[in-house]
């Protein structure tokens, strides 16, 4: 009986990075597959050379390459003498690898296979892992950095998705960073090998695979001369062990001269330990909505940001159970918007934010909704990118499609209505913008419109002067097309006001203000509800969030806050 653990380990292959520079890669085939073997080889620096008879039709890729002169075409059939005739000089004409993509049933790929294999050639066949000495791993590319999957011809496409899957757990910019430090390994040795504290020059083929000596966290007194000879280098060794990866990855050369300065100093505060302490951190930017209102409703990236931000600067209008949310430390800010002080209080917000990322900290631009949706996140990220801080937004839920479902309103529905339109009630400088036309099968959702609400319905049911003096075409709207004002949608005081257009003026003025709000108008406002006879029926209340919560979840949050 075989000793399972014994066959699982000798089916383990051995993986290797290999410098292909100049080599003479040999593409028995034209088709996809081989211009993606193509692609490969001159990424690697290597010399391909593709034979495929006259008329086989070249794949527009390899095509590509052919023209450009970074590969050869033979066309002719394949001849044994061509692995030991179509290489370098160097090597007798041998051919450094074979890569033949015709498929593992085609006649020639099993005869290639067997002289590669008697002549030591690395031969890969497609779909034949039989017929191969080696295969190429799905690999993920960052400068310097490479990291290869296989699944040993298991399973190419799990591969594909192992590779995605790891290299998202890394930061941006590593690869840069990788290579920062490796100038800076470098400059080291030199000059510590220039001093005379090094008894050997730089070695810059360190094998990656070896772990650390067993000596790398020994203490370094001062009578330790030996050791103390090389204590920048085992200084950047520390730093490439312990600091976080994210923190690895903004490093830069500045950070680099400023922590070498300190340990010059004697201050080596700043690489003990596990990093905590670190090169003043530049500051950062994200821009998040925070939804409709109910705090169940927050992405949980933008939750994360709200836990983990210096300041905050929210939108007056971001309900307060989200709003709790924020830890006691953090230093909050509300926008001081009213009407004709929007643009002041918004330059305000602008400024202050600055002034925080030029300190180093962290900022959280908290909006109501959707940042992009009438929440001028466009214009905030121009301006901190002008100012060298490109924000991270987060998208949020908006109440433009969720307010009308918490109101049990279907924004599409089979029959009745096949499109969506979102608008604004007010443009800029409070100015009222162009009404849409009427479309039976259209539902039009108004945001920022209920402060001008008769003004609104007034130009969606009448032309206007300039519209009867220009002989305008715009369709009006009917003045029974049912609607909806919905405000503070899925919090625990949301409030539904349906009626039509010609009613909803005086339901707003009988039934008050109740912000944030919007108007929903078109016939999908009553598919389930119809007023039925009445000008207007009001809804108050909506606990369906907090009725999937359990009690342990509500107590959580009230502790939280």
């Known amino acids: 009986m075989k000793d399972a653990s014994s066959e699982s380990a000798a089916q383990i292959p051995l993986l ?4 292909a520079d100049s ?18 080889s001159v990424q690697a620096g290597a010399k391909p050379i593709i034979i495929s008879p006259e008329s086989e039709t070249l794949q527009s890729t390899l095509a590509t390459h052919v ?12 001849q044994d003498d061509d692995l030991k005739s179509l290489g370098r000089e160097d090597v007798d004409g041998v051919v450094d690898m074979v890569f033949v993509t015709l498929g593992g049933s085609h006649p020639l790929s099993s005869h290639i296979s067997k002289l590669c294999r008697r002549l030591r050639i690395p031969v890969n066949v497609s779909d034949a892992p039989e017929l191969c000495t080696f295969s190429l791993l799905s690999t993920y590319s960052d400068g310097p950095l490479h990291i290869g999957i296989t699944t040993s011809g298991r399973g190419c496409k799990l591969a594909s998705r192992l590779k995605r899957e790891i290299s998202s757990i890394f930061p941006s910019n590593l690869g840069s960073a990788i290579d920062r430090l490796g100038t800076v390994r470098k400059r080291l040795w030199e000059e510590d090998f220039a001093a005379g504290l090094c ?3 730089f070695d810059a083929d360190e094998d990656d695979s070896t ?9 370094v007194t001062e009578d330790d001369v030996n050791a103390a000879k090389t204590r920048r280098m085992r200084w950047l060794s520390q730093i490439c062990e312990y600091w976080p990866l994210r923190k690895l990855a903004a490093i830069n050369d500045s950070d680099i001269d400023n922590i070498l300065r300190e340990y010059s100093s004697g201050n080596t505060k700043a690489i003990e330990g596990n990093g ?5 951190r530049k500051g950062r930017i994200i821009l998040a909505g925070s939804g409709p209102g109910h705090p169940d409703l927050l992405t949980r990236a933008t939750y994360n940001a709200i836990q983990s931000a210096d300041i905050i600067l929210a939108d007056k209008l971001v309900p307060a159970p989200v709003l ?22 918004q330059e305000e917000f602008l400024r202050m934010g600055l002034d925080a990322l030029q300190k180093g900290h962290q900022v959280l631009r908290l909006k109501q909704g959707d940042p992009y949706l009438y929440g001028r996140g466009g214009e905030e990220l121009e301006f901190f990118r002008a100012e060298g801080f490109t924000p ?32 604004t009630g007010t443009g800029r400088k409070g100015a009222a913008p162009e009404p849409p036309a009427y479309v039976a099968t259209q539902t039009v959702v108004f945001l920022m419109a209920l402060h001008r609400l008769s003004a609104l319905v007034d130009s969606l049911t009448a032309l206007s002067v300039e519209e009867h003096e220009g002989s305008s075409q715009r369709t009006l709207w009917p003045k029974k097309t049912p609607c909806a004002i919905i405000e503070r949608a899925s919090c625990s005081d949301q409030r539904v006001i349906r009626s039509t257009l010609e009613h909803v003026c005086h339901a707003f003025e009988a039934e008050g203000s109740r912000p944030p709000g919007l108007l929903v108008v078109g016939a999908s406002c009553y598919v389930l509800h119809k007023p039925n006879g009445q000008k207007w029926i009001v809804e108050e209340g909506f606990r369906g969030l907090d009725e999937l919560r359990s009690p342990a979840e509500i107590a959580a949050t009230s502790h939280e806050a």
């Open 16 to 19: 290797a990075s290999i410098d």
């Open 23 to 40: 080599q003479v890669h040999l593409i028995v085939g034209a088709n996809p597959l081989a211009a993606a073997r193509c692609a490969k």
């Open 67 to 78: 023209e450009a002169g970074s590969a050869n075409w033979i066309q002719r059939e394949f």
């Open 199 to 201: 008894d050997t020059g």
């Open 211 to 219: 772990g650390q000596k067993h000596t790398f966290n020994n203490l």
């Open 276 to 280: 905590e302490q670190l090169p003043q």
């Open 324 to 345: 709790e949310l924020i830890p006691r430390r953090t230093e909050v800010h509300i926008a001081r918007k009213f009407p004709g002080n929007a643009d002041q209080a």
């Open 392 to 423: 991270v937004v987060l998208p949020g839920i908006t109440s433009a499609l969720s307010a009308p479902l918490f109101a049990e309103i279907p924004a599409t529905h089979r029959g009745v209505s096949d499109q969506v339109l979102v608008c």
